[in-house]
């Protein structure tokens, strides 16, 4: 099976732009999860769907938006983006539950 | 106090050594813990799934929770130079799929 694709890989915008990434899970995979990861914080959650529907979110500001289509693809939005966005953006497709798959991530650069 | 606690290293051993590598947790209500190891410019990869207190052996590698002391480890047997990378314990509740993750352990296996 293909693994969890996202696009694009890199990214860069200036502030007060806003971006959309794409994932695609793997087939049969109906959960993505949504991660930002950078050197200080680390890897924290940003938003999880399952059939279309947010199931959880993390403690990101209304900036960072996500959905989820009919077909489990996933994207997520950045508006206003600012210098702080700067990150890897890692999506993860789960099944069974909880064990998650990271696809490569798109690394954003806001300048 | 943080949910996950993880030394972020760096550790370096030589090939061959016994590797052991530690989170502890704050939450007693969680119940799964991963680990993955992350290679540069890559996304996390899942290496270690359990649920229970105890050990789980694979391969080379053997995960062990302490429920009671709140604590994971992951030790890798006759580390090898691919080993290299970083590891990161992650945890979660049941019904959910937000993963905590720690701050990650850069490991370097010198040849």
């Known amino acids: 099976k293909a693994g969890v694709t996202q696009t694009p890989r890199y990214l860069i915008k200036t502030r007060g732009q806003q971006v959309t990434l794409s994932c695609s899970p793997i087939s049969g995979h109906r959960s993505v999860s949504w991660y930002q990861q950078t050197p200080g914080q680390g890897l924290q959650f940003l938003f999880e769907y399952f059939s279309e529907t947010q199931r959880n979110k993390g403690n990101f500001p209304g900036r960072f938006s996500g959905r989820q289509f009919s077909n489990s693809r996933s994207e997520m939005n950045v508006s206003t983006l600012e210098l702080g966005d700067s990150a890897l953006y890692l999506c993860?497709?789960?099944?069974?539950?909880?064990?998650?798959?990271f696809g490569p991530g798109t690394r954003l650069t806001v300048l | 106090q943080k949910e996950v606690e993880q030394d972020p290293g760096p550790l370096s051993v030589p090939e061959g050594a016994i590797v052991s590598l530690n989170c502890t947790y704050s939450n007693s209500a969680f119940q799964y813990f991963m680990w993955y190891r992350q290679y540069s410019r890559k996304g996390p990869e899942l290496l270690m799934y359990?649920?229970?207190?105890g050990n789980k052996e694979d391969g080379r590698f053997t995960a062990q929770v302490d429920k009671s002391s709140k604590y994971i480890s992951l030790f890798i047997r006759d580390s090898q130079p691919s080993d290299s990378a970083t590891y990161l314990c992650a945890i979660t509740q049941g019904g959910s799929e937000k993963l905590v993750f720690g701050k990650g352990m850069k490991l370097t296996v010198n040849p």
């Open positions: 993860a497709s789960s099944f069974p539950a909880h064990t998650q798959y």
């Open positions: 359990t649920y229970s207190s």
